[in-house]
């Protein structure tokens, strides 16, 4: 079965071609036969690779996205790229869906009325619900509507939060209204629990969990017997930890004094909290956490602030992780900057030692792939894990078909 997956974002779109058996639902991630990004900009910039080792970059003169994703598409059967035959080759394509609001807890096929549903949470999440169903009508359009599509959805695996994990303290009104904490990255959190559970060779109903998705957008999880039991992101991808651009959470005071005494508009405080906060906002550097890092070498004080906040507030969110575990099994990094920065992970476990979590420096600072890089002796694994949120979409897919 060839299983195309498509994340489509705002200001970017990845795709994967995956093979994946027909019977059964596989465990091990295979590599992908094909694999594109667009970055949306005032043109289209385009890379797309293949397992065979080929490269393609394109530099699209046009925004229009159905132009674009017609034209990646079509490398997949025409040379130099062609890793199919043709186009009636793609025989299911898979979806992240970033919010699935109440209504749905586990992968579904896309049809009109789930198609309805994703439009109608536009509102709570418009920088990714548009772009996601854009992305399945792009491909009704290409394909056509006889090939399947499945919706995976970034929230489902936050569906079960406890009520009190759930709740906002405010009127109980909120709840009619859908108000409450949903959590996202779920794809993510997701995968690297499964993944945890194959490395350690034990079964994840037995395993208590924090999995930190460090990226430019950040968020932990709380995982105990295989579900989520608490997380960092809540009503939208703004709640939580401090994030590449996002503010993460703030006193809400904050914003009526902006509105009052600045004469900010909701639009002007959207943009600052989403686009500019975080590591850009307080460092006057960049969101990317390389460049901060270059920057407190170079004595920027600013830089400096920016990365104490990030990590105080990435151990904040461990703390409260924990409160809703009984003990911890594994304390897990994945995402650009959880798999890649050494110096993070160091200065996150550093004030976890009460535990008895023991990282092992060498090894932090050594290898690639997924690892444990802590000390022997631990009794709380570090886990660094290359998350893959195409192939869990590609296997939930599958998995949905192949039992219909």
Not at 82 to 110: E, M
Not at 236 to 254: A, F, K, N, Y
Not at 370 to 396: C, G
Request: overall charge negative; proline content about 4%; charged content about 15%.
């Amino acid at each position: 079965m060839k299983v195309l997956v498509l994340n489509a974002g705002s200001s970017s779109q990845k795709s994967c071609l995956y093979e994946i058996p027909t019977t059964g639902c596989p465990i091990e991630a295979p590599s992908p036969l094909w694999e594109a990004q667009i970055d949306w900009g005032t043109t289209a910039q385009v890379q797309i690779k293949t397992a065979g080792g080929q490269t393609c970059q394109m530099n699209l003169p046009t925004t229009d996205r159905t132009t674009v994703m017609q034209q990646v598409l079509q490398t997949l059967w025409t040379e130099p790229m062609q890793v199919l035959a043709t186009i009636a080759d793609i025989d299911l394509v898979g979806h992240r869906i970033v919010h699935g609001g109440s209504q749905f807890q586990q992968p579904v096929r896309i049809d009109a009325a789930v198609k309805a549903a994703i439009s109608q949470l536009i509102p709570i999440a418009p920088n990714h619900n548009r772009a996601n169903l854009e992305g399945i009508e792009l491909i009704e359009i290409l394909l056509g509507h006889h090939v399947p599509q499945v919706a995976v959805f970034d929230t489902a695996f936050h569906s079960q939060l406890p009520a009190a994990a759930q709740t906002y303290p405010g009127p109980h009104d909120w709840l009619k209204q859908g108000i409450k904490r949903y959590g996202f990255h779920g794809i993510s959190h997701a995968y690297c629990a499964d993944r945890a559970a194959q490395f350690l060779n034990r079964d994840l109903a037995d395993l208590q969990l924090i999995t930190g998705h460090l990226g430019n957008g950040c968020s932990l999880a709380a995982i105990r017997d295989g579900h989520s039991v608490d997380t960092t992101m809540g009503f939208s991808p703004l709640e939580g930890l401090m994030m590449g651009t996002r503010s993460g959470s703030i006193d809400p005071s904050v914003i009526f004094y902006l509105m009052r005494e600045q004469h900010y508009d909701g639009t002007m405080i959207d943009r600052l909290l989403n686009k500019e906060s975080g590591l850009k906002g307080l460092s006057g550097v960049s969101h990317d956490i390389r460049q901060i890092q270059a920057a407190m070498v170079a004595g920027n004080s600013q830089a400096q602030l920016a990365w104490e906040v990030y990590i105080h507030r990435i151990r904040t969110g461990i703390g409260a992780m924990l409160m809703s575990l009984d003990r911890l099994d594994a304390l897990i990094f994945t995402g650009g900057v959880g798999e890649n920065c050494t110096d993070l992970r160091s200065q996150v476990c550093q004030n976890l030692s009460f535990l008895g979590l023991q990282l092992d420096e060498e090894q932090n600072r050594q290898g690639k792939g997924d690892r444990d890089i802590a000390l022997s002796q631990s009794p709380i694994r570090i886990l660094v894990l290359h998350t893959q949120e195409a192939w869990q979409i590609a296997k939930a897919s599958s998995c949905l078909v192949a039992g219909d």
